[in-house]
């Protein structure tokens, strides 16, 4: 089992910056890819990003490049999502993922997830 645990979340004003951090616990060798997805009122979860342990190869949704960045620290199980140039758009609770798949921006790869950290980004 992999736990997760999100933390960094809150109120921002739109151009504002966030960071998340996910720290992982367990048997996080058994994954190989982490991810951040998000899901705002009356909608899906969505892909945001996400980061190979290894490789470190990142991933991005269109609608995030150039203003959220993944990394992650192997040494403290961590991985971190800078989120710069909010937008109230934006608002969502973000979730944390791990897995062993090897398509990044799919729900079905990650069999892990976080209990979710709420960033709201006003006007």
């Known amino acids: 089992q992999v736990q997760l645990v999100e933390s960094g979340g809150g109120l921002v004003q739109a151009g504002g910056s966030l960071r998340l951090s996910c720290a992982a616990s367990?048997?996080?060798?058994?994954?190989?890819?982490m991810g951040w997805f998000r899901q705002a009122p009356g909608k899906e979860r969505e892909f945001a990003a996400a980061?190979?342990?290894?490789?470190?190869?990142?991933s991005y949704a269109d609608s995030v490049k150039g203003r959220l960045t993944i990394s992650r620290d192997n040494d403290k199980n961590t991985v971190y999502l800078q989120m710069n140039s909010l937008k109230p758009e934006d608002t969502a609770v973000y979730y944390c993922?791990?897995?062993?798949?090897?398509?990044?921006?799919?729900?079905?790869?990650?069999?892990?997830w976080g209990q979710g950290t709420q960033v709201t980004v006003s006007s």
């Open positions: 367990g048997r996080t060798f058994s994954t190989n890819i």
């Open positions: 993922a791990a897995g062993m798949g090897w398509v990044p921006s799919a729900t079905a790869e990650y069999d892990y």
């Open positions: 980061i190979n342990w290894r490789s470190r190869r990142t």
